[in-house]
């Protein structure tokens, strides 16, 4: 099996994407492809037209977001399951943790995981292509969990998540607008960034310098005048 890994990124995401080149170079099983598309185009119009240009060679496809941490069995619990015969093959139960104001929840997606938390099998390409096509948002991770096929989603333990959805680093915001609230009322403050270093461990100081916002961790606090 070959594994393709699609990344999508802007040029005013570097650092950004210096992490994520770090998480695909670290994979105990390397991607035999990774499609980095790069520019301005939203990240849904960049995967269809590298679809339709047939630019995905792998027998696997997985949506590696530029800005998660991805451990570095990720890529081997995914081949593992393809070849069993699943189509699709992923984790629910996100985790998001936001390293500009350091607060982090959970999102109950117990019936598909996010696209980020998500293989397929290219023979799936054509329908991921219309999905894209009939709705014309990034958010396609619903709609590529209701194709009819064999599949596998997982409900890990925290500490069985291998990607770890990372919100809020520096330039170009990240696609998916619902995990980039401030003040969202399941949101759960983390300053001293102990929760990060619990799920990713000294990985975490990699992240520190991006906080910046005291304010608005004190409104979370309470300690805060609104």
């Not at 999905?131 to 596998?152: M, R, S």
């Amino acid at each position: 099996m070959k594994i393709s890994a699609i990344t999508c990124t802007t040029n005013e995401r570097k650092e950004a994407f210096a992490l994520c080149k770090k998480y695909v170079e670290w994979q105990t099983r390397p991607a035999d492809q990774w499609l980095v598309l790069d520019g301005p185009e939203p990240m849904h119009i960049k995967v269809a037209d590298a679809i339709a240009s047939g630019r995905v060679v792998g027998d696997a496809v997985l949506f590696t977001e530029d800005d998660d941490y991805i451990k570095p069995g990720w890529f081997k619990w995914c081949e593992d399951r393809l070849l069993r015969g699943y189509e699709i093959v992923g984790q629910g139960r996100a985790l998001y943790y936001n390293v500009s104001h350091r607060w982090w929840s959970n999102c109950n997606n117990v019936r598909h995981a996010s696209l980020c938390q998500t293989a397929i099998s290219s023979r799936l390409l054509p329908q991921v292509y219309n999905i894209i096509d009939d709705f014309g948002c990034p958010w396609i991770d619903v709609q590529l969990w209701n194709i009819e096929c064999n599949k596998y989603l997982h409900l890990p333990k925290e500490e069985e998540m291998l990607v770890i959805g990372i919100k809020g680093l520096c330039g170009f915001k990240g696609y998916s607008r619902e995990h980039r609230q401030v003040n969202g009322p399941d949101n759960i403050v983390d300053y001293d960034m102990s929760k990060l270093h619990s799920l990713i461990g000294d990985d975490a100081k990699d992240y520190a310098k991006y906080f910046r916002g005291e304010e608005e961790m004190l409104r979370l606090a309470g300690a805060w005048p609104l």
